[in-house]
């Protein structure tokens, strides 16, 4: 069954890293021309998108972001990875992994498969 | 942080037909596709339009795109109940190499 599974600790104590798997069923994540990605929601606001990667390329990062994240992928275990730096409040989110379609092959498509999202809380 | 512009709320009565604009720049929108986004309540975000006006398998025509130059909308015709969420459009951004979200719209039905 084609699904995303996000996992990690709820709250997070600020100035610590953040990190965060998403684990991939039903497809594998060295197809392609997935690219997969990291976007968050905090609350009241609207989606911020963090990041995008394919397991054999350099990833995007949003260059609000770059100095704090980094997404890796563990291709024996089907998963990806999202780690946030000296997080602080604002961090504070509900975190999506996802999919591209692959309708153009390139890091540009829309997400067509999401997760159910994580909440994460930063607290000092 | 929010790139692309959208009304924070719109709303009508039920069979009724709705837009929700969504304003860019010449770096999305203007040079990219646009996608739009349905958040249910509770629930993961959904792809609703791809490629300006395209629908994936599943979703209704009662929902369509369309985009003129830096500007796009989402049109629900035959309003319904269950259409009550939040929609998000996004493009990708060449100057900032990276996907950028809309502020996103609530649709209440009345």
């Known amino acids: 069954q084609l699904q995303l599974q996000e996992s990690g600790p709820g709250l997070v104590w600020a100035s610590e890293t953040l990190s965060l798997t998403c684990t991939v069923s039903g497809v594998s994540l060295t197809d392609r021309p997935y690219y997969w990605a990291w976007i968050r929601q905090p609350p009241g606001k609207g989606l911020e998108w963090i990041g995008n990667m394919f397991y054999s390329e350099s990833p995007y990062y949003n260059p609000s972001l770059i100095s704090r994240v980094a997404i890796s992928a563990d291709t024996s275990r089907n998963q990806f990875s999202l780690s946030l730096s000296s997080v602080t409040a604002a961090d504070t989110a509900v975190y999506y992994c996802?999919?591209?379609?692959?309708?153009?092959?390139?890091?540009?498509?829309?997400?067509?498969?999401w997760g159910h999202g994580t909440s994460v809380t930063v607290s000092s | 942080q929010s790139v692309l512009t959208q009304p924070p709320s719109v709303s009508g009565t039920p069979g009724q037909r709705v837009t929700i604009s969504c304003s860019g720049s010449?770096?999305?929108?203007?040079?990219?596709?646009i996608d739009w986004y349905q958040r249910l309540p509770g629930t993961a975000p959904k792809l609703l339009i791809y490629k300006n006006n395209q629908r994936p398998s599943g979703v209704p025509d009662r929902f369509s795109g369309s985009k003129s130059g830096t500007s796009a909308s989402l049109a629900i015709s035959g309003l319904r109940s269950d259409d009550e969420a939040e929609y998000f459009c996004a493009a990708w951004d060449d100057s900032l190499s990276g996907q950028v979200f809309g502020t996103g719209t609530k649709v209440t039905v009345l």
């Open positions: 010449r770096s999305n929108l203007g040079i990219k596709y």
């Open positions: 996802a999919r591209t379609s692959g309708e153009m092959g390139t890091v540009r498509d829309a997400f067509d498969l």
